[in-house]
């Protein structure tokens, strides 16, 4: 499955952004989505999961309560809904399917 993430840019502290990950996979739908992140000089870690058929997601501790991840299976899109974001939410964020990974989308928080 072929994935491609969108939305990042530069916003300022206590702003919203919303994330996409398209796919092309005829597949895409049998397949758990997760939204990394990387922020310069860090690893890479874990922000949000949901499940193929959308029932079941989890968060990162720190995002929890801020941001919200969903999927359309139809369109065959995965969206991670960004709030009250802070300096240290920027990162390039990726989404990842089974062995497949985006090239990523920059997020900058900043004033």
């Known amino acids: 499955v072929q994935l491609v993430e969108s939305g990042g840019g530069l916003v300022q502290p206590g702003g919203s952004l919303r994330l996409s990950c398209a796919s092309s996979?005829?597949?895409?739908?049998?397949?758990?989505i997760t939204w990394y992140r990387q922020a310069p000089g860090k690893e890479r870690g874990f922000v949000a999961f949901i499940s193929s058929g959308g029932g079941r997601t989890a968060y990162a501790d720190s995002v929890k309560g801020r941001f919200t991840i969903s999927r359309d299976n139809a369109k065959k899109m995965v969206y991670l809904q960004m709030s009250d974001l802070r300096p240290e939410d920027t990162a390039v964020y990726y989404c990842?399917?089974?062995?497949?990974w985006g090239k990523g989308t920059l997020v900058t928080v900043s004033s």
């Open positions: 996979g005829a597949t895409f739908s049998s397949y758990g």
């Open positions: 990842n399917a089974g062995n497949s």
